[in-house]
């Protein structure tokens, strides 16, 4: 398996010929779904979900699907037949690529703000992305990707979510609002300057690909 980042929260995976992008969001090129095979969505805040993209991309590409919250899904009426509605605990494949559902709320930002759904992927039983919230899957993780510049969480919070996890590998992502110095920051405290996590967060330019093996 591949993993090429896009920027902010969108990543895309490829296993084979099956390519599987996650969380294209306003701070992602509106380019980011050409080829991809699947589009996951973790929740309907613009820097995940851009309506008008998506539609875009579903014009382009009549196989391309859909799998999100419903709270997403009925924000697409006109091509809800290719939008399928997942929640915890629900598991389907993409081009022989399983993927699984974690979670239900998106974190708390403040008390005063309503809450609203969010899920989590696993891809291939190595990959899992918890969109806005440190859900722990009931799973064991290989590469745990980690939601760094939130205004919902604090690096303590981070750190400790990386350990309960305790994943091979943790790659940072959703950091479009951190300064190229707050990204040095969180890199530190979640690497070899902070306490330790287990997993030292890799941090990945926009286009830059791993392999994930």
């Known amino acids: 398996m591949k993993l090429t980042k896009l920027g902010h929260a969108c990543v895309r995976l490829r296993q084979g010929d099956t390519t599987i992008v996650i969380d294209p969001g306003m701070f992602t090129e509106p380019d980011a779904l050409a080829g991809a095979d699947a589009v996951l969505i973790t929740h309907e805040h613009f820097d995940h979900f851009v309506e008008s993209q998506l539609r875009a991309a579903l014009e382009a590409d009549p196989a391309l699907r859909v799998w999100t919250n419903r709270a997403v899904a009925e924000q697409l009426d006109g091509v809800r037949q290719r939008v399928t509605v997942v929640g915890e605990g629900d598991a389907f494949e993409?081009?022989?690529?399983?993927?699984?559902?974690?979670?239900?709320?998106?974190?708390?930002?403040?008390?005063?703000?309503?809450?609203?759904?969010?899920?989590?992927?696993?891809?291939?039983?190595?990959?899992?992305?918890?969109?806005?919230?440190?859900?722990?899957?009931?799973?064991?993780?290989?590469?745990?990707?980690?939601?760094?510049?939130?205004?919902?969480?604090?690096?303590?919070?981070?750190?400790?979510?990386?350990?309960?996890?305790?994943?091979?590998?943790?790659?940072?992502?959703?950091?479009?609002?951190?300064?190229?110095?707050?990204?040095?920051?969180?890199?530190?405290?979640?690497?070899?300057?902070?306490?330790?996590?287990?997993?030292?967060?890799?941090?990945l330019a926009a286009g830059e690909q791993v392999d994930l093996g």
């Open 94 to 203: 993409v081009g022989g690529v399983a993927v699984t559902v974690h979670g239900e709320w998106h974190a708390v930002i403040h008390p005063d703000i309503p809450r609203i759904t969010n899920i989590g992927f696993t891809v291939g039983g190595r990959v899992f992305h918890p969109g806005d919230a440190l859900t722990v899957p009931s799973h064991p993780v290989d590469t745990l990707l980690v939601p760094t510049g939130t205004p919902w969480s604090k690096a303590s919070e981070l750190i400790d979510y990386v350990r309960e996890v305790k994943p091979a590998h943790a790659i940072g992502i959703h950091e479009a609002v951190l300064s190229e110095v707050g990204q040095q920051l969180f890199g530190r405290l979640l690497g070899e300057g902070g306490p330790g996590t287990g997993a030292p967060l890799r941090q």
